[in-house]
């Protein structure tokens, strides 16, 4: 009867550690490490991280508006979630006119640490128009080659924000 109890236990227990485990969403945001590469999170999330949205809210915003064009945001708010390792609390999608970011928000300021791991755009540049970079430091990097990307820490909202536009 002991080492029923026991098994029970143990599966019990078991099963609740997996309940509780972390939704880890780095495989779906690497792409943010590689110059900025952000995917979309409105089109076609993969179920396996939809388990960590407890809301999401869409909103319009015609503050910026071109030519009847406001930004979409999409905001997912999330439980238990990681990102790159760090405790992953809210992601925002914007679309724009030409242009969108994804912003990641982060428990605490500890993710500051993954700067020297998000790379600069490796992009085959044009003749008459080079890769320019504007900035790129701990803080994040900007630069412009037919658009712009930008990568912004900040410490401040404990985000990092991917930005691109024409």
């Given at each position: 009867m002991k080492k029923l109890a026991i098994v029970l236990g143990m599966v019990f227990l078991g099963q609740t550690a997996i309940a509780n485990a972390?939704?880890?969403?780095?495989?779906?945001?690497?792409?943010?490490?590689s110059g900025c590469n952000f995917p979309n999170p409105t089109d076609k999330l993969p179920a396996r991280y939809k388990t960590s949205i407890t809301s999401k809210k869409f909103r319009v915003d015609k503050?910026?508006?071109?030519?009847?064009?406001?930004e979409q945001?999409?905001?997912?708010?999330l439980k238990n979630a990681t990102a790159f390792g760090k405790p992953l609390l809210k992601l925002e999608y914007l679309a724009g006119y030409e242009w969108g970011h994804l912003k990641l928000y982060f428990k605490d300021?500890?993710?500051?640490?993954l700067r020297p791991q998000f790379k600069l755009p490796k992009v085959d540049s044009y003749p008459d128009d080079p890769l320019q970079v504007?900035?790129?430091n701990a803080s994040g990097y900007e630069v412009e080659e037919m658009g712009y990307t930008n990568l912004i820490f900040d410490?401040?909202?404990?985000?990092?924000?991917?930005f691109s536009g024409l």
């Open positions: 972390a939704t880890d969403w780095t495989p779906y945001l690497k792409p943010m490490m503050t910026n508006e071109i030519d009847g064009y406001g945001i999409t905001t997912y708010t300021t500890k993710f500051t640490a504007m900035k790129n410490r401040k909202e404990k985000s990092i924000t991917c």
